[in-house]
């Protein structure tokens, strides 16, 4: 791999270097509910530090409509960063301001300011060229070199991670380097049998991955919301579950090359269907064939794979050697529906080879249900680049940097 790393940056010493992370952590009520997007960007922090320069760290928080919105200020990530440093960390309350420029003036070498939302700026995600050029312009003048680090967001063409990288010396943080490590880890020669488990539930987004993945792996496990598309491609009835019809055709077609290829597209026997789409919903496990049967009738929606399904799913687990997974099976965050991503986890955790999550929803499932990062090889802190560069798409965030 070939990409500007922070060495290329020379002597930071007194050098005032604005960090891209991804602080991009869920909240419930202002309070961060897993961190490890956070806890992900203090290697580079760190070395920063370490190396004397004064740290400007930039971040995007939700999707706030371009205007500071109070629900998506960084506050709470600031706090959270200085907890995790042990130093003061100070919060701008704007982004290019005055409160910007006042605290960054104030900085001394190994000092941290968090800069706020920079969506709180509607050029960061414009879409003119122009108006994308003259924020990084804004963001620029702030400092002396540019780290990007947020893996998060390396596949977005967005001002603080494109523009603002060719607008200073720049070069890739250590969070992308070991992103990029792992993922060169799945791409050139995995070691097989190579099991790739799919759900969550954005469905066409993450449906492309699966004609690029089929040449390449030896078994795909379809649970989550997703499966629903594949069921209605089979001719079965899906009741109120979560479908793409636009989608149903593209299933048929993988399910079709998969057989061509002798990849097997695994999807559950048996699912949890509820009568609605809350936590103490009445439900029953049924035959993935026979939604229909249940006293939900139409209404019903599947939450969850089945225990035979995640049975099934974790003995391909354990028999693998490779194991990427995107995507909780059900939906965890109600306990109810909650049992087949726990067993894809704990299969996960007790397998000997190589294991990654990826995406933000399935790494804060398997920390809520009480795994440790150390449980699996690794956890990839962004699911939309992670799927685009298993896809083999250019990243824009990541040829700013010189990757090659
Ligand atoms: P990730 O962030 O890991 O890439 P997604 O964002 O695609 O995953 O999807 C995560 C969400 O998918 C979770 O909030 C979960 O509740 C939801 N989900 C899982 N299974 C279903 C289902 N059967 N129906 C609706 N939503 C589901
Ligand atoms: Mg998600």
Redesign the pocket.
């Given at each position: 791999m070939t990409l500007r790393t922070l060495d290329s940056l020379g002597d930071l010493r007194g050098k005032k270097v604005l960090v891209r992370c991804d602080f991009n952590v869920p909240l419930a009520d202002s309070v961060i509910t897993d961190d490890g997007r956070i806890r992900a960007s203090l290697p580079t922090i760190s070395r920063l530090r370490e190396s004397g320069a004064k740290v400007i760290v930039l971040s995007h928080l939700g999707r706030p409509e371009g205007a500071p919105d109070e629900r998506f200020s960084l506050a709470p990530a600031a706090r959270r960063l200085g907890e995790l440093l042990d130093a003061k960390v100070v919060l701008a309350t704007d982004t290019v301001g005055p409160s910007a420029h006042e605290s960054v003036s104030q900085m001394s070498d190994g000092d941290v300011v968090v800069l706020e939302n920079v969506r709180f700026n509607s050029e960061e995600t414009s879409k003119d060229d122009g108006e994308r050029s003259s924020f990084a312009a804004q963001l620029a003048a702030l400092g002396d070199a540019y780290v990007s680090d947020g893996f998060g967001v390396v596949h977005r063409k967005q001002a603080s991670v494109i523009e603002l990288a060719k607008a200073l010396p720049s070069a890739a943080g250590l969070l992308i380097e070991t992103e990029l490590r792992v993922l060169e880890r799945l791409t050139s020669s995995p070691e097989r049998p190579y099991t790739v488990v799919l759900?969550?539930?954005?469905?066409s987004?993450?449906l492309g991955v699966i004609s690029h993945l089929l040449p390449r792996v030896d078994t795909i496990l379809i649970?989550?919301?997703m499966?629903?598309t594949f069921l209605a491609a089979q001719g079965f009835a899906v009741g109120s579950?979560?479908l793409e019809r636009d989608q149903i055709e593209t299933c048929r077609t993988y399910l079709e090359q998969a057989q061509r290829l002798g990849v097997a597209i695994v999807l559950p026997q048996d699912i949890v269907v509820a009568s609605g789409?809350s936590a103490d919903a009445e439900h029953v496990v049924v035959a993935a064939d026979s939604m229909e049967s249940t006293p939900f009738g139409a209404a019903g929606?599947?939450?969850?794979i089945g225990p035979a399904a995640a049975e099934i799913f974790a003995q391909h687990i354990a028999a693998s050697k490779t194991v990427f997974w995107?995507?909780?099976?059900?939906?965890?965050?109600?306990p109810a529906?909650a049992h087949g991503?726990r067993r894809i986890a704990s299969a996960l955790a007790d397998m000997s080879g190589f294991s990654v999550v990826?995406?933000?929803?399935?790494?804060?499932?398997v920390r809520a249900l009480g795994f440790a990062d150390s449980d699996f090889g690794h956890i990839a802190t962004g699911?939309?680049a992670s799927?685009e560069f298993l896809e083999g798409k250019t990243l824009p965030g990541l040829e700013v940097l010189g990757w090659q």
């Open positions: 759900g969550g539930s954005k469905v987004d993450k649970g989550g919301g499966l629903y579950s979560l789409f929606i599947g939450l969850d995107n995507g909780p099976a059900g939906v965890f965050e109600m529906f991503t990826g995406g933000g929803d399935s790494a804060a499932a699911g939309g799927l």
